[in-house]
């Protein structure tokens, strides 16, 4: 022990012991509130906290004693901290519209209303109504989706359907993986070399074919991929074409690839099944917000690959799952592998995809939040930014109304921007960095963005609803003082 430091061996030794600590009058509510064994292993979180510090030399003897006052009140908060769920809601103002970090789609008031009504008890799930008998779950949203898609694409209803079927698994990685191990196990599958893709999360084209069971046969250049390319490497091993979204990044200048008619063409004279990996499951135009050249669900459907995937909870605006629309005996003998089980939905997602397709069925898709947020006009946002501004008037905080660029996000529109509006916020006191911290601590928690040394909140993101919400909380982040 240096000079002048306190024995931490003393320090030890003022610490109560658990057994003491919980025959404190203090802490009599609390164990009347909870059980006997939740405060104890609260006791030990706060005691061994304490300990850590002290081995830290955090604390002085009078710290510790000072400590020991609000023990038992540290002991009470450690408990109630330990029975709050860890997945909250929170408020996006970052302009991210597809967050993946923050849950990517919001659900649209009637996908809320329908899993609400399906969790609350049973359901007819896999029990078919008509015949008594046991039914099969993707009945629910796999006819919804066709018919969707038949209504935006301009198809006959009585032709939308007939040969196709639709799967719904957890995710689009695991849809993807599914289609492949099911239809190409053994054999080669084509991708062109500008194909081969890293999205979120270390998924990797090559290694989730590898993990399918299939030989990967790169075809073209990264930058150059023609149709010859393709027909020069079909062979007798060869099982699928798999043309594949490029998700989150985009190549510019000297690029080529083949159109998906002319795979589609390839496909039907080789005998091969032509799968695309779509995404984003986009069935709006985006042309009316300035987004072009972002590939859609509706244009899959008219051009009739053997086999699409897409996401339900990216620009689709539902939850998170992965669709296998293509032709029905593929789907059936997708549907026949063992890992559809492992890979299938629940209850609650059918539920909520189910509502979501049919707010665009019904011409609703106004309804759905990801849609709403990416029609905003900026003169609306404008008016919206200037409303909080307004409201917010502390002396403390420097508020102003500014030209922003929201980001559509999970993976889509790679690069492209919506003009949008936002209000930058700077604090007289809090560094940027201090200030998003203290909004992040709120209930709800506001996450937010740094740009130019402001905190920038772009309310694209956040619903008018909560901007009410959204004024107290940054009020009450910006109360205080850092240190």
Not at 88 to 111: C, D, Y
């Given at each position: 022990m240096e000079d002048g430091e306190p024995d931490r061996d003393a320090l030890y030794r003022l610490l109560p012991s658990v057994d003491e600590l919980l025959g404190r009058r203090e802490l009599r509510d609390v164990l009347r509130m909870h059980s006997r064994a939740l405060v104890t292993g609260a006791a030990r979180s706060v005691l061994r906290r304490a300990r850590r510090e002290i081995a830290e030399r955090v604390h002085t003897e009078q710290a510790v004693r000072h400590l020991l006052h609000g023990v038992a009140e540290a002991v009470?908060?450690?408990?109630?901290?330990?029975?709050?769920?860890?997945?909250?809601?929170?408020?996006?103002?970052?302009?991210?519209?597809?967050?993946?970090?923050?849950?990517?789609?919001?659900?649209?008031?009637?996908?809320?209303?329908?899993?609400?009504?399906?969790?609350?008890?049973?359901?007819?799930?896999?029990?078919?109504?008509?015949?008594?008998?046991?039914?099969r779950r993707d009945r629910h949203a796999g006819p919804l989706l066709l018919r969707a898609l038949g209504a935006i694409a301009g198809e006959c209803p009585e032709r939308v359907g007939q040969g196709w079927g639709v799967v719904v698994v957890n995710n689009c990685a695991a849809a993807t993986f599914l289609a492949i191990n099911s239809l190409a196990e053994g054999g080669e599958?084509?991708?062109?070399?500008?194909?081969?893709?890293?999205?979120?999360?270390?998924?990797?084209?090559?290694?989730?074919?590898?993990?399918?069971?299939?030989?990967?046969?790169?075809?073209?250049?990264?930058?150059?991929?023609?149709?010859?390319?393709?027909?020069?490497?079909?062979?007798?091993?060869?099982?699928?074409?798999?043309?594949?979204?490029?998700?989150?990044?985009?190549?510019?200048?000297?690029?080529?690839?083949?159109?998906?008619?002319?795979?589609?063409?390839?496909?039907?004279?080789?005998?091969?099944?032509?799968?695309?990996?779509?995404?984003?499951?986009l069935m709006i135009p985006l042309r009316e917000v300035g987004v072009s050249g972002e590939p859609s669900l509706i244009e899959s459907f008219r051009k009739g690959p053997d086999l699409t995937a897409a996401s339900g909870d990216k620009l689709l605006g539902g939850p998170q799952c992965g669709l296998l629309l293509g032709r029905s005996d593929l789907v059936e003998r997708i549907r026949a592998n063992p890992l559809f089980r492992a890979l299938r939905v629940d209850k609650l997602t059918y539920a909520a995809l189910e509502a979501t397709l049919l707010g665009y069925v019904a011409g609703r898709e106004e309804e759905i939040p990801t849609v709403r947020m990416l029609r905003i006009p900026a003169e609306v946002l404008t008016r919206r930014c200037q409303a909080v501004r307004d409201a917010l008037g502390m002396d403390d905080l420097d508020a102003a109304v500014v030209p922003a660029h929201s980001?559509?996000?999970?993976?889509?529109?790679?690069?492209?921007?919506?003009?949008?509006?936002?209000?930058?916020?700077?604090?007289?006191?809090?560094?940027?960095?201090?200030?998003?911290?203290?909004?992040?601590?709120?209930?709800?928690?506001?996450?937010?963005?740094?740009?130019?040394?402001?905190?920038?909140?772009?309310?694209?993101?956040?619903?008018?609803?909560?901007?009410?919400?959204?004024?107290?909380?940054?009020?009450?982040?910006a109360g205080g003082v850092e240190e």
């Open positions: 009470a908060e450690e408990t109630e901290r330990t029975l709050r769920p860890t997945l909250v809601p929170v408020i996006n103002a970052t302009g991210v519209i597809l967050h993946t970090n923050l849950g990517r789609a919001p659900l649209s008031q009637a996908a809320i209303r329908a899993v609400s009504e399906v969790a609350r008890g049973y359901s007819n799930l896999e029990f078919d109504l008509a015949t008594g008998s046991r039914g599958v084509l991708v062109s070399r500008g194909e081969l893709v890293e999205i979120g999360g270390g998924f990797r084209i090559p290694e989730i074919l590898h993990k399918a069971g299939v030989i990967l046969r790169e075809v073209g250049t990264t930058n150059r991929t023609r149709l010859t390319d393709y027909e020069s490497a079909v062979n007798g091993n060869t099982r699928m074409i798999l043309r594949v979204h490029q998700s989150n990044f985009k190549m510019e200048g000297f690029t080529e690839r083949p159109e998906l008619e002319e795979l589609i063409r390839l496909g039907r004279t080789a005998g091969l099944a032509v799968f695309e990996d779509q995404g984003t499951g980001v559509i996000g999970g993976g889509t529109t790679a690069g492209l921007t919506l003009d949008s509006f936002a209000l930058s916020l700077r604090h007289r006191f809090q560094t940027p960095k201090a200030f998003m911290e203290r909004l992040r601590r709120q209930t709800p928690p506001v996450i937010a963005r740094v740009q130019n040394d402001c905190v920038l909140l772009d309310l694209r993101t956040v619903a008018p609803e909560q901007d009410q919400v959204l004024i107290g909380l940054v009020r009450a982040a």
